[in-house]
Structure formats: structure tokens, C-alpha cells
Nanobody, 119 residues
Framework: QVQLEESGGGLVQPGESLRLSCAAS????????MGWYRQAPGKQRDLVAV???????TYANSVKGRFTISRDNAKNTVYLQMHNLKPEDTAVYYC?????????????WGQGTQVTVSS
């Protein structure tokens, strides 16, 4: 079993910053990536940023230059530092852990943490 514990969401004003954290525990090996997706009301869940075991990162175009993903491999924890937040960043942010299992990719999801950017 795998558990993902998220923290760090909240209500901020435009231009402010937040940091999200996600700690993974349980039967964790063969990690392909850890990262964050987000889902706004009435929209699909979209990738925000992911980081591989080797440290390679992928960002959504809309967050490049404002968000930074990092990872502590020893703690199986991923962080998302968000700067210059905009109202359009408002969404539920979900931690994602992708593992390689039996020749396929297996995704685990956190429960989600709300980020609201509003004046």
C-alpha cells in the first residue's frame, strides 16, 4: 500500500506565495516520478509539475518561471514552491506518485489540497 500526505494549501492574495508538500510512505520503489496536478471547478485535471528520480523536471507552460518543484529522495517528499500566484491558479492540487509495476505505470493520488488565490 502507498499513502500520500499533502499539506500547504490555503487562501492567498494575487502575487503571494505558497509551498505545497507531499510525503509518500508505504511500499515505494521503482519511482518514475512524483509531482503535482491541479483541477479547477468544471475542468479536467492537468499536470502542474513533475520530477523524476533523476531530478528531471516538467512544468506546465502556465507556471514556468513562477513554480519550482523539488524533491527529497531520502524522505520520499516532493515540494511545490509557488510564487506570484494568480487567480487562475485557483484549484485543488493533487499530489501524484507514479511507479513502475509489472511493465506498466501505476499512479497514486493524494486527497487534494485547495489553493485559492483571491483579493
Amino acid at each position: 500500500q502507498v499513502q500520500l500526505e499533502e499539506s500547504g494549501g490555503g487562501l492567498v492574495q494575487p502575487g503571494e506565495s505558497l509551498r505545497l508538500s507531499c510525503a509518500a510512505s508505504g511500499s515505494i520503489f521503482a519511482i518514475l516520478h512524483m509531482g503535482w496536478y491541479r483541477q479547477a471547478p468544471g475542468k479536467q485535471r492537468d499536470l502542474v509539475a513533475v520530477i523524476t528520480s533523476g531530478g528531471s523536471t516538467t512544468y506546465a507552460n502556465s507556471v514556468k518561471g513562477r513554480f519550482t518543484i523539488s524533491r527529497d529522495n531520502a524522505k520520499n517528499t516532493v515540494y511545490l514552491q509557488m510564487h506570484n500566484l494568480k487567480p487562475e491558479d485557483t484549484a485543488v492540487y493533487y499530489c501524484n506518485l507514479r511507479l513502475a509495476r509489472f511493465g506498466a505505470d501505476l499512479d497514486y493520488w493524494g486527497q487534494g489540497t485547495q489553493v485559492t488565490v483571491s483579493s
